[in-house]
């Protein structure tokens, strides 16, 4: 099989910001000869549940807008962003960047593309298996999320980016005040080892087989 260099991915929810990037740069025989090992990056463009503090001009066209736009940066925004502060595991724990479910139809794509990494799947997965990828400052959280009973595909791969740990009062007080007055849109690059790569293969397969045991029933 010829080898896939890049892959793009999509959210179920169809927004365009929700774009998931995938490259692999195969190692020449002398860069293995040398122990490197083969990675995948995982590129994506992490953006928060809200605008600026500053609403855009479009939110004075509509009153509903607007009530809706006051809502979620007046209240809900400086909330969070005053809970990091005092608690350090809430980023952590709760996440404040918009999460991405991959579409169901794109899974097998998926599964080639991280094939190309290992061929061993890992067998031991249930619904509460978790894969976590982290960089510098973020982590993301892969997960198997159950949406709707009455879906015909009722489970889907979801990854989420949260903040890492933070204990530092100053660098909490700081990441706080620029989430609540800015977007937070960044892109931000993971690394897909072999073991990392088995785990979502296996977690790929639990929701392909179940899904399809759900529909013959």
């Known amino acids: 099989m010829e080898e896939i260099k890049e892959l793009y991915l999509g959210c179920e929810c169809m927004d365009l910001d929700h774009i998931s ?4 740069f195969p190692l020449t025989e002398e860069e293995k000869k040398d122990g ?7 590129r994506v ?3 928060s549940y809200f605008d600026q503090i500053i609403p855009p001009i479009r ?5 509903s807008d607007w009530r809706e736009y006051f ?3 007046c209240f809900k925004k400086v909330g969070i962003g005053l809970k990091n502060i005092f608690h350090r595991y809430f980023f952590r724990e709760k996440g404040i960047i918009d999460f991405t479910n991959f579409q169901n139809k794109d899974l097998s794509k998926l599964d080639i593309f991280l094939s190309q990494l290992t061929d061993k799947i890992d067998t031991n997965i249930t619904h509460q298996s978790i894969q976590r990828l982290l960089n ?6 892969f997960s198997i999320e159950k949406l709707f009973e009455d879906q015909e595909l009722p489970y889907q791969l979801e990854w989420n980016p949260q903040f890492l740990q933070c204990q530092n009062i100053w660098r909490r007080i700081k990441n706080s005040f620029a989430y609540i007055f800015g977007t937070y849109c960044n892109e931000q690059e993971f690394e897909i080892t072999e073991k990392e790569a088995s785990k979502l293969r296996g977690m790929i397969k639990w929701i392909q087989k179940t899904n399809e045991k759900n529909n013959k029933e």
Do not use: G
Not at 21 to 24: A, C, D, K, Q
Not at 59 to 63: D, R
Not at 136 to 141: A, G, K
């Open 21 to 24: 990037h995938l490259v692999f």
């Open 36 to 42: 490197e090992k083969n990675k995948i990056y995982f």
């Open 136 to 141: 510098e400052r973020w982590s993301i959280y």
């Open 45 to 47: 463009k992490f953006i």
């Open 71 to 73: 809502y979620y940066n």
């Open 59 to 63: 939110y004075f066209y509509s009153l």
